[in-house]
């Protein structure tokens, strides 16, 4: 900077700008982006805890495999159970993450309950 000037001129204005814009251009996406990841980690944590819930009822009482869809958080989780020869296969997709659903594969237990 000069000794004598009062103010900034016009190249200093137009670098302070860009480098405003530059850090708004990269960090303001980045921002979102780890916003929209975190409310799918959360809704996929969500699913997780249905499927575990499910399983658990599954093995203490033989019920509970039936396709089901549950709505929280201002989400909606489909469970599907599906027979594959002696496993079940429990699967649950949100409106979330639509890339795949999450699955888990456990073997039956018929024999496990009395009658």
């Known amino acids: ?4 000037n009062k ?6 204005t137009m670098a302070a700008l860009s480098i405003w814009l530059f850090m708004l251009l990269t960090i303001v996406p980045l921002w979102n982006k780890l916003i929209a990841d975190e409310h799918i980690a ?12 499910s399983i ?4 203490l009482t033989g019920k509970g495999n039936s396709s089901q869809t ?5 989400s909606k989780y ?16 949100s409106d979330a993450y639509k890339d795949k659903p999450f699955c888990l594969s456990i073997l039956r237990t018929d024999w496990l309950y009395a009658s």
């Open 1 to 4: 900077m000069w000794r004598e």
């Open 7 to 12: 103010g900034f001129s016009t190249i200093e």
């Open 42 to 53: 959360e809704s996929r944590e969500i699913g997780y805890q249905l499927v575990n819930e």
């Open 56 to 59: 658990g009822k599954y093995m």
């Open 70 to 74: 549950v709505s929280m958080n201002n």
């Open 78 to 93: 489909s469970m599907t159970w599906e027979e594959e020869g002696e496993y079940q296969n429990v699967c649950i997709t």
